[in-house]
């Protein structure tokens, strides 16, 4: 079962989870949506507070389906086998016309401007 669904029909407070695992409530709710994968020990206390009906399974699965939803593509430059901050970068599930101008901020990078932004192909 997933614990989004847990929480919701056992009427359970992200704040009460929270304080019984002894986390924040931010994490617990990064932990509910799957946006961080849950570390074994949480996941055996979230085992235990939902009695067996949350499992790491269940906990591992939803973070790779956000994951997988969650897919970024980004543009470095690499200075004397360093990594700057990223140039651009962009989710696979973002829109079409968003894809274009990501892909035009790479083209004025490579063939222009090396001071290229991704906020300056977005204007």
Sequence with gaps: ?????WVARNEVSLSELAEHLGKSFYTVRSYVYGHRKVPLEVGVKIGEYTNGEVTQKDLDGKHREFSCKAEKIGIVRINGGKCSPPIASIYSSSGESEKANFLE???TVVMNDNNATLDSANE
């Design 1 to 5: 079962m997933q614990l989004i669904d």
């Design 105 to 107: 901020l790479i083209k």
